[in-house]
Nanobody, 120 residues
Framework: QVQLVESGGGSVQTGGSLRLSCAAS????????MGWFRRAPGKEREGVAS????????YYLDSVKGRFTISQDNANNTLYLQMNSLIPDDTAIYYC?????????????WGQGTQVIVSS
């Protein structure tokens, strides 16, 4: 079992920054893919960024490229999402997730989410 706990959400104005953290516990396989997702009010969940624990194959949603950076501290089993130049469209609940290669994200592990609100 893997437990994921997000933190770092909050309310900021347009142009502001936030750093989300995801603390993972349990047995974290070295080949897990780790990701950040978000769900805005009235919208479908979307993948924001993801990375293999080995640091390869980094993915970003087009709308966050150049503004968000995913990183990880494997020694401390922590995943980060640095969010800069935030805009109101970034308002959502952000979730951390982990899955094995070949699995669907829905079959992986998920955190409880952290709220991000960006005001204009």
């Amino acid at each position: 079992q893997v437990q994921l706990v997000e933190s770092g959400g909050g309310s900021v104005q347009t142009g502001g920054s936030l750093r989300l953290s995801c603390a993972a516990s349990g047995y974290i396989y070295s080949d897990y893919r780790m990701g950040w997702f978000r769900r805005a009010p009235g919208k479908e969940r979307e993948g924001v960024a993801s990375i293999y624990r080995g640091g390869t194959r980094i993915y970003y949603l087009d709308s966050v490229k150049g503004r968000f950076t995913i990183s990880q501290d494997n020694a401390n089993n922590t995943l980060y999402l640095q969010m800069n130049s935030l805009i109101p469209d970034d308002t959502a609940i952000y979730y951390c997730a982990a899955r094995l290669p070949g699995d669907k994200w829905d079959d992986g592990y998920w955190g409880q989410g952290t709220q991000v609100i960006v005001s204009s």
